[in-house]
């Protein structure tokens, strides 16, 4: 059965992947862009995981990992400099 479904959520996954980028380049405005990245990042590490549970390998739950780390860090500057047109304060 986990040759069956594993698949279909390959397949579900790369169809809300491909979405979130038609979100992406439409806009239409810079928050709605900061949030289908975000978006996308998720799809991304939704993708690497079940790829892994496919592969049976646990390397890409460390990379999903890394990559969820660095989505973060990401996401958070951007919305930064959303905020104050600037990402490092300084005194």
Do not use: H
């Amino acid at each position: 059965m986990l040759d069956v479904v594993i698949p279909i959520c390959l397949a579900l996954l790369v169809l809300a992947f491909l979405l979130t980028a038609a979100r992406l380049v439409r806009g239409p405005s810079l928050p709605d862009r900061i949030v289908a990245l975000d978006t996308l990042n998720i799809n991304a590490i939704a993708l690497i995981v079940v790829y892994g549970i496919w592969l049976r390998s646990a390397l890409f739950f460390e990379v999903a990992l890394l990559i969820a780390v660095m989505g973060f860090i990401g996401t958070v500057a951007l919305t930064k400099y959303l905020q104050r047109g600037d990402i490092i304060e300084l005194q």
